[in-house]
């Protein structure tokens, strides 16, 4: 089976944007085909069951996803596709001031995601800002492992 990822982009700042184009070039250099697209005007049709999909998106407000992600989010939770031959990834990015809500648009995803019946590949890579670590950086040394088990999956087919 070909190796496909769709990078689906929920941003406000850029940080998340700055996420996806890291691993793009380093999926790109593996031979993977990687697509990146912004969560503004997406459907729930974007799933397609030949990618393996990595939502990465910040959290704002009171553990809202960010504006460009907010339609589509409530798109899928209104229509409740059946999502069960979907594989996906989430990086998730907060800051744990928000302690209450922290990485809590990523985490939404997940759980509705889920709850569609996609199966999530890999743990959720949760991403601090106050940490003063870099996000892209991060997120490199965790899509490691979590391409690793995209291999798995891409060899079973
Ligand atoms: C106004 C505002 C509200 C935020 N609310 C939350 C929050 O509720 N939970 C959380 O974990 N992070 C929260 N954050 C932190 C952002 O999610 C974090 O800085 C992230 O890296 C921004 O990524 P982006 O540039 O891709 O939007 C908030 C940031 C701002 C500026």
Redesign the pocket.
């Known amino acids: 089976m070909s190796k496909k990822i769709k990078i689906l982009i929920g941003?406000?700042?850029?940080?998340?944007?700055l996420v996806a184009q890291e691993l793009e070039l380093r999926f790109d250099g593996e031979g993977i085909e990687v697509e990146t697209v912004d969560m503004d005007r997406l459907t729930p049709e974007v799933f397609e069951s030949n990618y393996i999909h990595l939502i990465c998106t910040?959290?704002?407000?009171?553990?809202?996803v960010?504006d460009n992600a907010r339609a589509f989010i409530e798109a899928i939770d209104e229509s409740r596709p059946d999502l069960r031959s979907i594989r996906y990834g989430v990086i998730a990015?907060?800051?744990?001031t928000?302690s209450e809500?922290?990485?809590?648009?990523g985490k939404r995803f997940d759980t509705l995601l889920n709850e569609c019946g996609a199966v999530r590949i890999g743990d959720i890579l949760l991403?601090d800002?106050s940490s003063g670590t870099m996000?892209e950086e991060e997120a490199a040394d965790w899509s490691e492992e979590w391409l690793a088990s995209c291999e798995d999956i891409w060899c079973q087919k």
């Open positions: 941003t406000m700042t850029g940080n998340a944007q910040s959290t704002y407000g009171q553990g809202d960010p990015l907060g800051d744990l928000y809500t922290y990485c809590f648009g991403h800002a996000p």
